[in-house]
C-alpha cells in the first residue's frame, strides 16, 4: 500500500476517495478537508471569535487542534455531564489537551450549576438519557456563546454524524429537521451561528487523526448511548459503505446540492417564530423553555420509596 502522494509506505487507506497516504499526507489532507469545508460553507472568516464545544472525545478534540493549526484561536467550551466515570475521564481528556496548548477551557458543571446530572435528570424527566443530556448540551452552547459574545460555536459533528442523522430525518420525512441539517447555521433569534467544519472527514478518519498526532482522547463510549437509534443508522451505512465506497459522502452532499434548500423555509419560519423564556430568556416556542422545564422536573424532591417490609411495620405502627 502505498501513498498517493510521495509513493511512500501509506498507514492508511480511504477507499471513498480511492488513495492511501502516509502519515505526512494523511494529516495534510486532513486539514485541507477542514480547509475546503470551511471555504465553501463561509463558516468563519480569521477575525471570528470561535467557541469549540468539547466531549473529550476524538472529534471535538481534533476539531480544536485542527483550527489551531489552520491559525484560528479558538476556545473550548466543556460540559460536565456526571455520567460517572466516562465523564471524569472525558473530563481529564479535555483539560490535559487544553492545559498542554495553554489553551482557554470553559466549563460548567451539569450538577454544581444546575443541580442534576443526565442519568438522574433523564429519569426524573421520563426523558431517553440522550434527548436530557443533548437538551442540556445545546442549552448551555447557546448560552455561554451568546454570554462570552462569541462569533460561532464549532462542533466536532464528522460525516458519519451527519449522514446518519440525515438518514434517520429520511427514514421518517422530518422536514422541520431536514432543514436544520447545515454544515452551517446562521446566527438569530438569540442563537448564535453554529458550524461543522469535519463535515468531510469520518469517523475512522478522526480516529486516525488523533492517533497520528498523538491526541489522547476518551475512547470508551458513553455508556447511556446503548439503544441510541443514532447507532443503528451509523452501522447501517458502513454496511452501505463497505460494499459502495464512497456511499455516505455522496448520500449527504448531494443533499446539501440538491435538497437541502427545500426544508429551509420551514427552520427558519420556526425561528422566527420564537420568543424568549420567561425563565431564562432563551428562545423558545412559547413560555418556559424545555430546558427550564427539565431543570424543574430534574431537581423536584422525588417521592420517598420503601420496601413492602418498611411500608407493612410503617401501617402497622411497628418500630422501623
Ligand atoms: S451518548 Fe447520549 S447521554 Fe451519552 S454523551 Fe452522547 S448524547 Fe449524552
Ligand atoms: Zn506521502
Ligand atoms: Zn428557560
Known amino acids: 500500500m502505498k501513498c498517493r502522494v510521495c509513493r511512500g509506505a501509506a498507514v492508511i487507506d480511504l477507499p471513498q476517495h480511492n488513495a492511501n497516504f502516509c502519515a505526512e499526507h494523511f494529516d495534510r489532507f486532513c486539514l485541507e478537508q477542514v480547509a475546503k469545508a470551511i471555504k465553501k460553507f463561509k463558516m468563519f472568516g480569521p477575525n471570528d471569535r470561535l467557541l469549540v464545544a468539547v466531549s473529550g472525545g476524538?472529534?471535538?478534540?481534533?476539531?480544536?487542534?485542527?483550527?489551531?493549526?489552520?491559525?484560528?484561536?479558538?476556545?473550548?467550551?466543556?460540559?460536565?455531564?456526571?455520567?460517572?466515570?466516562?465523564?471524569?475521564?472525558?473530563?481529564?481528556a479535555t483539560r490535559a489537551f487544553a492545559t498542554s496548548r495553554g489553551l482557554t477551557l470553559h466549563e460548567v458543571d451539569l450538577r454544581s450549576e444546575y443541580g442534576y446530572n443526565v442519568p438522574e435528570g433523564s429519569r426524573a424527566a421520563k426523558r431517553a438519557p440522550c434527548s436530557a443530556c443533548g437538551l442540556s448540551k445545546r442549552h448551555i452552547f447557546d448560552s455561554v456563546a451568546r454570554e462570552h459574545d462569541y462569533d460561532a460555536l464549532i462542533t466536532g459533528h464528522n460525516l458519519d454524524d451527519e449522514a446518519a442523522v440525515l438518514f434517520g430525518n429520511v427514514l421518517r420525512w422530518q422536514t422541520e429537521y431536514?432543514?436544520?441539517?447545515?454544515?452551517?447555521?446562521?446566527?438569530?433569534?438569540?442563537?448564535?451561528?453554529?458550524?461543522?467544519?469535519?463535515?468531510?472527514?469520518?469517523?475512522?478518519?478522526?480516529?486516525?487523526?488523533?492517533?497520528?498526532?498523538?491526541?489522547?482522547?476518551?475512547?470508551?463510549?458513553?455508556?447511556?448511548?446503548?439503544?441510541?437509534?443514532?447507532?443503528?443508522?451509523?452501522?447501517?451505512?458502513?454496511?452501505?459503505?463497505?460494499?459502495?465506497?464512497?456511499?455516505?459522502?455522496?448520500?449527504?452532499?448531494?443533499?446539501?446540492a440538491k435538497a437541502a434548500e427545500h426544508f429551509q423555509a420551514t427552520t427558519e419560519s420556526d425561528r422566527d417564530s420564537l420568543e424568549p423564556c420567561v425563565n431564562c430568556g432563551s428562545p423558545t416556542p412559547s413560555g418556559t423553555c424545555a430546558f427550564c422545564r427539565l431543570v424543574e422536573r430534574a431537581t423536584a424532591p422525588q417521592p420517598i420509596t420503601m420496601s413492602p417490609t418498611r411500608r407493612r411495620r410503617s401501617e402497622s405502627g411497628q418500630p422501623q
Open 58 to 92: 476524538k472529534d471535538s478534540l481534533a476539531v480544536w487542534d485542527i483550527l489551531g493549526r489552520l491559525g484560528y484561536a479558538a476556545d473550548g467550551l466543556y460540559v460536565g455531564l456526571g455520567i460517572g466515570e466516562y465523564s471524569d475521564a472525558s473530563g481529564e
Open 178 to 256: 431536514l432543514g436544520r441539517q447545515m454544515p452551517v447555521l446562521p446566527a438569530g433569534n438569540g442563537f448564535p451561528r453554529k458550524v461543522k467544519p469535519l463535515v468531510r472527514l469520518g469517523e475512522r478518519e478522526m480516529a486516525a487523526y488523533c492517533v497520528l498526532s498523538g491526541i489522547e482522547y476518551q475512547i470508551d463510549e458513553c455508556p447511556m448511548a446503548a439503544g441510541n437509534k443514532h447507532l443503528g443508522y451509523k452501522e447501517a451505512l458502513n454496511d452501505i459503505e463497505s460494499k459502495s465506497p464512497g456511499a455516505k459522502f455522496a448520500f449527504y452532499f448531494e443533499y446539501l
